[in-house]
């Protein structure tokens, strides 16, 4: 651009550079940040951190790292830079880097924040090094570093599940937790019974939700859309539908998400009933609303209404439109 004449705003230039890290030209967009650098502009921090995630991405560690050490000469907030760092190499499968710039920012006279170790504990667990972020949450107990909080100790319980280790995980839910005054949320709740379904844990699922009724907490339409999934899913289809009679058509907590974790378990007619029930209710069915029928056509060995195969026709063709 200069070439021709032209000098960028800062604006064009962090859109440019934005804009070439998420379109997978990393390594251009390091050149103009480079070339940026010299010409006194500095990029955003979205800016930064997209860059930085294309870089690590591409597998581009030592370019990535001199992004860091600029923005941290540059006088940006140190934990912060570190933070959007670390949460770049979570991405990849490389403990060994995620440990050694934790221990440089400790090195620096920089102390992590609870953000800090959760996005480590989250890329180990990613990882499946469950062991070596059990290393660092005990770091946090002991006072080393800073006090565990509410999703640290969801993002322990789901790298534990994960690692097929269900005990020691609900312990942690139902002990450790209560133990440091602290009380799991609808959030963590949803990530566990996620989990649990995974390892096709489903009586350990519903009693968990049973559990989290008791002690008041209200269950939102993910909670609904992850139980009927995954009751579906284990092939445990009239509990799917007893449990939205009685559960989850009471609450009035449906949207789409939760209708079409429904209609992936039900037959042509049982799921065209549903349909009428989402526009009684208000709810128009998206795409994914009519992709799900249209699957539910190719698979049915009965032969469904011309109607109804119209419709879903008609629709699946309105929506890519």
């Not at 370019?63 to 934990?79: E, R, S």
């Given at each position: 651009m200069?070439?021709?004449?032209?000098?960028?705003?800062?604006?064009?230039?962090?859109?440019i550079?934005?804009?070439?890290?998420?379109?997978?030209?990393?390594?251009?967009?390091?050149?103009?940040?480079?070339?940026?650098?010299?010409?006194?502009?500095?990029?955003?921090?979205?800016?930064?951190?997209v860059?930085?995630?294309?870089?690590?991405?591409?597998?581009?560690?030592?370019?990535?790292?001199?992004?860091?050490?600029?923005?941290?000469?540059?006088?940006?907030?140190?934990?912060?830079?570190?933070?959007?760092?670390?949460?770049?190499?979570?991405?990849?499968?490389?403990?060994?880097?995620?440990?050694?710039?934790?221990?440089?920012?400790?090195?620096?006279?920089?102390q992590?924040?609870?953000?800090?170790?959760?996005?480590?504990i989250?890329?180990?667990?990613?990882?499946?090094?469950?062991?070596?972020?059990?290393?660092?949450?005990?770091?946090?107990?002991?006072?080393?570093?800073?006090?565990?909080?509410?999703?640290?100790?969801?993002?322990?319980?789901?790298?534990?599940?994960?690692?097929?280790?269900?005990?020691?995980?609900?312990?942690?839910?139902?002990?450790?937790?209560?133990?440091?005054?602290?009380?799991?949320?609808?959030?963590?709740?949803?990530?566990?019974?996620?989990?649990?379904?995974?390892?096709?844990?489903v009586?350990?699922?519903?009693?968990?939700?049973?559990?989290?009724?008791?002690?008041?907490?209200?269950?939102?339409?993910?909670?609904?859309?992850?139980?009927?999934?995954?009751?579906?899913?284990?092939?445990?289809?009239?509990?799917?539908?007893?449990?939205?009679?009685?559960?989850?058509?009471?609450?009035?907590?449906?949207?789409?998400?939760?209708?079409?974790?429904?209609?992936?378990?039900?037959?042509?007619?049982?799921?065209?009933?549903?349909?009428?029930?989402?526009?009684?209710?208000?709810l128009?069915?998206?795409?994914?609303?009519?992709r799900?029928?249209?699957?539910?056509?190719?698979?049915?060995?009965?032969?469904?209404?011309?109607?109804?195969?119209?419709?879903?026709?008609?629709?699946?063709?309105?929506?890519?439109?």
């Amino acid at each position: 651009m200069r070439k021709r004449g032209f000098v960028p705003s800062l604006v064009s230039y962090n859109s440019i550079v934005h804009g070439l890290s998420k379109e997978g030209g990393c390594m251009r967009a390091y050149q103009l940040f480079k070339e940026g650098i010299e010409f006194g502009y500095l990029p955003l921090e979205p800016t930064y951190k997209v860059l930085v995630e294309a870089l690590c991405r591409a597998s581009h560690i030592d370019k990535a790292k001199d992004v860091l050490q600029f923005m941290l000469k540059k006088g940006l907030d140190q934990t912060r830079s570190y933070n959007i760092f670390l949460r770049a190499l979570s991405l990849m499968d490389s403990p060994s880097e995620l440990l050694n710039i934790l221990v440089s920012m400790l090195q620096n006279q920089c102390q992590p924040d609870v953000v800090t170790l959760n996005t480590v504990i989250n890329g180990f667990c990613k990882m499946r090094r469950v062991e070596e972020a059990l290393e660092v949450f005990n770091d946090m107990l002991t006072g080393k570093l800073c006090t565990p909080d509410v999703v640290t100790f969801t993002t322990v319980i789901c790298g534990l599940l994960n690692d097929g280790r269900t005990d020691e995980a609900l312990h942690f839910l139902h002990t450790r937790m209560p133990e440091m005054s602290l009380s799991p949320n609808i959030v963590t709740y949803n990530a566990v019974l996620h989990c649990l379904f995974k390892l096709q844990k489903v009586d350990e699922a519903t009693k968990l939700l049973n559990d989290m009724e008791q002690k008041g907490l209200v269950a939102n339409s993910t909670t609904y859309t992850i139980m009927i999934e995954g009751l579906c899913k284990s092939n445990r289809i009239d509990e799917a539908k007893c449990f939205w009679d009685n559960v989850v058509w009471p609450s009035k907590v449906h949207d789409d998400f939760v209708y079409a974790a429904i209609l992936k378990g039900l037959c042509n007619s049982e799921a065209y009933q549903m349909v009428g029930e989402m526009r009684k209710n208000g709810l128009v069915p998206d795409a994914v609303t009519w992709r799900i029928l249209d699957k539910l056509h190719g698979n049915t060995k009965k032969q469904s209404s011309v109607e109804s195969k119209d419709e879903v026709s008609v629709e699946l063709k309105r929506n890519k439109t």
